[in-house]
């Protein structure tokens, strides 16, 4: 066969080939549907996260961290009983300040989100500071704001409430890990089978691999108030507000200024969530930092609380 006849039937070759790729890509993506979730889906808890005694998920691994049941200790920063360690601090950097909740739980049913009013709905919020007192929240921040918009995949404490993404999500899973997903990369089927806990949508996400991010393809990229929630290991978490649009005090901070805070923190994962007025810290029922006009209601909340009475 000639050289130039054999090039041609290569070529043909690879085309044919080629097509035969793409025909199968939209036959998966777009023929065969995926698999879906109904809104309303309780989440199947992972039977290997229930724990029968009291050292519970976490207990053994941060055994220095926590008490004897029964016992609480309170601080003006600090709260520690059997079931929660919590450590606020005021930082500053880069002309802005901010406040970090360093957080270790027993179990993951000490992280827990609450609505406004407690009621899901469009439009329906509150403040900050009522939604963490009626929860008995040790330390609460607000939320992603998703009652704001009618779209966003939104999970709370295991219950599937929307589905579909809009932007960069967060996923906290019943064995305590956290995810950051792309809007592309995020699945909900695999979500819920692989027993997803809560789930935000807000972002972006502000370290990709537990590397730090540079470039943002996000509205209102200078600095600014800030809310964010970061993950170390399973059980250890931190919350961080940043004060920001008072001059003197606190300016706040880019989404680059924070990705490289969460990576300097140590954190494997960082999630901004809702910013602005909206960015609110709590600790023990009082507001802890400076939000900007005076803050602002929201329609939901981020919270760590006892899954016991405990003493004082």
Known sequence: MPVGAELVLTIAFDVIFLAALLNVFALFHHVIPRKKVAVGTEIVRPADTFTTDENGMWG???????????????????????????????EQRSGAVYFVADIYIRNIDNFRTAFAQDEYGKSISE?????????QAIIATNGDYYGIRDHGVCIKNGVVYRTEPFADVCALYYDGTLRTFKRRDFSMSDAV?????????????????????????????????RCAIGYYEPGHYCLVVIDG????????MTFQEMSKMFYEMGC????????????QMVFLGALVNRPAAGGRDTSDIIYIGETDTVSE
């Open 60 to 90: 053994n691994k941060f055994a220095d961290k926590f008490l004897e049941k029964g016992e609480v200790v309170r601080t003006a920063d600090s709260y520690r009983s059997h079931d929660v360690y919590v450590t606020v601090t005021k």
């Open 127 to 135: 403040s900050v500071v009522a939604m963490a007192k009626r929860n």
């Open 193 to 225: 089978r692989d027993g997803v806990y809560q789930a935000w949508s807000f972002g972006p996400e502000l370290l990709h691999n537990g590397e730090t991010v540079s470039e943002f393809s996000w509205s209102i990229q200078s600095e600014n108030p």
């Open 245 to 252: 649009r008072k001059k003197g005090y606190s300016e706040g």
């Open 268 to 279: 494997r994962a960082a999630y901004n969530m809702d910013g602005g007025q909206s960015a």
